[in-house]
């Protein structure tokens, strides 16, 4: 099979361009990954510093409810005094306060305690429609008692938090475990917009040791710190976050998942829609909270370097060029290749018929004789010579001859009917024609006679007036160890039957080994 240059150069440009995308694209995910792990570590970063905020304010939490375990009697003065110390330090904490357990007949002594502070001080509730209500009577009440900072929670104050599910559940749990419990997400009573929050619930009880059973016999309140969830998250190191990243802050708690809190930084944005990734926050006890990241349209395309794109492009580039590059060297090969044809081709020619010359005669004679060896099949030639030819270039000059030459060549190439028939000038006026695969060259000969006379070149010292030729002929079926030389020397004595004979005519030499008519001499039918 021939591989053509556009062959290998399609090859070239597939393979190649084919590998540069191949290579781009891989240098494309590996920074697409670095990226994506660079915006994880960045996450867990934020969760760690959420998770560190968190924690420090549930330990000044701890401090606080330490005073009150060491003296449970705290007095309303003492406790802001304290509570200020903490809120100075943490600014985000929405409220302390100090929730002591209090039995139906305690009630009035506790609602009289604090009015000479808070006039008209007395436990609340909060209605159907979200009113403040003076607390029904029960058996027990959780009421806010003490509050700093006292402005912006007002409406906490004397709230009865055994009447809201969600506290009275989280006070349970910190009773009977004696440890610190937070509550699921809530709104505040004093929440004046809508952010979502959570209290914290430290246990106290009598002598300020945690019993070991009858935890509720022993519970004498609970030191809580109130906060909103939006405002520890923009004070943590979470809530700086970049412009192409969302944050959502979710409680996964039981089977509900609440959103607590969303941090985005350009509301204009596309994010795309699946979670780029999650991290857990692993400060809140029993409460399970993660933070999920959500990433822009554009997220990626922003922090990709040039390099793949260009990489491609140097690739795409490279690839065409070394196509060009080869395609040149190609064309440059086949044009010397041509160059060499065409010198070929002139040496093998006569220049004034561009027939096939006597060299190239020798060289196609001693092939073709061997491949009818092999073939076991007959060769036949044609010897043919101009008639008076002398007398011509006498008559009308050299050029003239040269000018009658080139018709007789032209009308005796005409003449042959198989492709690999091949027409030479044997010399002089003498023309040879080999027919590969022939046994019948008479027929041929006489076609070139005929052509030749037809031609009706004038020539006045021939009998028929015009210029004709003679033709000798022979075939043979040749064998091994036969002379190549014996089939042109054949068919020249049949041309010169043929010319003793008195010109324009076919004469054939019959020269079958088979039927043994070696020797003798046929002539065309014009005699
Ligand atoms: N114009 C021209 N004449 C040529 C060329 N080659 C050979 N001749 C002439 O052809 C003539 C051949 O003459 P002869 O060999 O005597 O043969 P003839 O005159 O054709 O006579 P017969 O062959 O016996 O019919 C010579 O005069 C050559 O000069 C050529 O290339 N051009």
């Known amino acids: 099979m021939v591989i053509t240059s556009k062959v290998i150069m399609s090859v070239i440009l597939i393979f190649g361009i084919g590998f540069s995308l191949l290579f781009s694209y891989m240098l494309y995910q590996s920074e697409k990954d670095v990226i994506m792990a660079e915006m994880q570590k960045d996450a867990e970063r934020r969760a760690a510093a959420f998770t560190l905020s968190l924690s420090m304010k549930f ?16 007095s309303y003065s003492d406790f802001k005094n304290e509570a200020k110390i903490v809120l100075e330090r943490h600014p985000d904490i929405q409220a302390l306060e100090w929730m002591p357990i209090v039995r139906k007949e305690q009630r009035e002594e506790y609602e009289q305690h604090l009015q000479y502070i808070h006039t008209g001080f007395t436990f609340v509730e909060l209605d159907d429609g979200g009113n403040v209500i003076k607390a029904a009577e029960r058996d027990f009440y959780y009421p806010v008692y ?12 004397g709230y009865d938090m055994s009447t809201s599910a969600a506290r009275l559940s989280s006070i349970d749990r910190a009773i009977d475990s004696g440890r610190e419990s937070v509550t699921e997400p809530l709104m505040l009573v004093q929440e004046s917009g809508s952010q979502t929050s959570f209290l914290m619930f430290n246990p106290v009880y009598r002598d300020g040791f945690v019993p070991f059973v009858n935890h509720r016999e022993f519970f004498v309140g609970a030191v809580l710190g109130v906060f909103r969830i939006g405002d520890l998250y923009q004070t943590s190191e979470a809530g700086n976050i970049p412009h192409d990243v969302k944050l959502l802050l979710y409680d996964l708690t039981g089977e509900q998942k609440t959103l ?4 985005v930084h350009d509301e204009d944005k596309q994010y795309i829609g699946e979670m780029a990734y999650s991290v857990d926050i692993d400060a809140l006890f029993d409460r399970d909270w993660r933070f999920e990241v959500f990433i822009a349209d554009d997220y990626i395309s922003q922090r990709m370097s040039s390099q793949p794109y260009i990489i491609l492009i140097l690739g795409v580039l490279l690839v065409i060029a070394s196509a060009a590059y080869l395609d040149l060297i190609y064309k440059y090969i086949s044009l010397i290749k041509c160059k060499n044809c065409d010198l070929q081709n002139i040496s093998l020619r006569d220049p004034l018929t561009n027939l096939y010359n006597r060299r190239h005669f020798d060289d196609v004679l001693k092939k073709e004789w ?14 043919i010579d101009i008639d008076h030819f002398k007398r011509f270039n006498d008559s009308f000059g050299h050029m003239a001859g040269d000018l009658c030459l080139k018709e007789v060549a032209k009308a005796i190439s005409q003449s042959m009917s198989r492709s690999n028939d091949s027409v030479f000038r044997y010399g002089g006026e003498e023309f040879a024609i080999l027919l590969p695969n022939t046994t019948d060259p008479k027929s041929v000969a ?3 006679r005929q052509n030749v006379e037809a031609l009706g070149i004038r020539h006045p010292d021939s009998v028929e007036e015009v ?3 003679s033709v000798g002929c022979a075939f043979i079926r040749p064998e091994k160890g036969d002379d190549h030389n014996a089939l042109f020397l054949e068919a020249d004595r049949a041309l010169y039957a043929a010319k003793k004979a008195g010109r324009n005519r076919v004469c054939e030499q019959l020269n079958q080994k088979d039927n043994a008519l070696v020797g003798a001499i046929e002539f065309s039918p014009k005699d």
């Open 260 to 263: 607590l809190h969303t941090r």
């Open 146 to 157: 003490y509050v700093e900072p006292y402005i912006g929670n007002e409406v906490a104050l």
């Open 446 to 448: 006489e076609r070139c």
């Open 59 to 74: 330990e000044a939490l701890h401090t606080l409810t330490a005073l009150f375990r060491q003296n449970p009697d705290f």
């Open 467 to 469: 210029v004709t030729v």
């Open 370 to 383: 061997q491949r009818a060896i092999r073939a076991e099949s007959s060769i036949s030639m044609l010897v």
